[in-house]
């Protein structure tokens, strides 16, 4: 017997039992006789009824039952998938860092919420010429190389983007050290074995610019003084970290 006929066969002889104790109060009440027909229609009844509505009703609610489960299922599912769409719209598509959207909304939100941190402009020096000499494959492939040496150095406790082309933004939880991480990236560049072609190994180095945040910073001001010491960088010879606090 399947588990909604046992229910179902339990409701027909609870209805059994009612009618019953019905039976034998109220019969004597009314000065009525016994009779066994009043059994058997009352087990009929019961059986016939009251049991086959119980396994309808029964039915109904396990499919109901199961139909909200797969519907919860299917929302989880939905709602993992959003997420995950969400998390692929804030990511640029070669180097999987956040792209320079979702970079600024986050760098701000940190701000805002009273991180005094800092903000590195990280751009990859003579780039155009790696293009130009290698082709864009070549590009692609040290933007790549670059990006995961930012991630590795920057660890989970900052954020990393690519704000465009071979410009890389970087925003760390805390401005003490903003200037020794921007010295081990600069140098860790350096390090890549970058080979674009078989048997030439290219130099990769990049510039950086910094400015330390304060609690409260809007994010473009910081962009504007982390750049302006990027291309001081530059101007200075490239490779080179320029590093300041906040005007």
């Known amino acids: 017997m399947t588990p909604v006929g046992f229910r179902s066969f339990l409701v027909g002889t609870g209805a059994l039992a009612f009618a019953l104790i019905l039976i034998f109060t109220m019969v004597p009440l009314l000065g009525e006789p016994f009779q066994p027909s009043m059994f058997i229609c009352a087990v009929i009844g019961c059986y016939s009824i009251g049991s086959p509505v119980a396994w309808y009703c029964f039915r109904q609610a396990d499919e109901l039952k199961a139909a909200l489960t797969q519907m919860e299922k299917l929302h989880a599912e939905l709602a993992e998938a959003h997420a995950r769409l969400g998390e ?79 410009e890389f933004g970087v925003l760390l939880a805390s401005a003490d050290e903003a200037e020794r991480v921007a010295q081990e990236i600069r140098s860790a560049v350096e390090a890549i074995g970058f080979h674009p072609a078989a048997g030439i190994r290219q130099p990769l180095t990049v510039s950086i610019g910094g400015v330390a945040g304060r609690a409260g910073a809007v994010v473009t001001d910081l962009f504007r003084n982390a750049d302006r010491h990027l291309y001081e960088a530059k101007d200075q010879g490239r490779n080179r970290v320029v590093f300041r606090a906040a005007a």
């Open 88 to 166: 692929r719209a804030d990511r640029d598509a070669m180097t999987g860092l956040f792209n320079r959207e979702a970079f600024l909304r986050l760098s701000q939100e940190r701000t805002r919420n009273g991180a005094h941190g800092a903000l590195l402009l990280v751009d990859i020096d003579h780039f155009k010429r790696i293009n130009d000499t290698f082709g864009h494959l070549a590009g692609d492939d040290a933007l790549i190389a670059v990006a995961q040496t930012l991630r590795e150095a920057v660890g989970d406790g900052g954020l990393c983007g690519r704000i465009g082309g071979e």
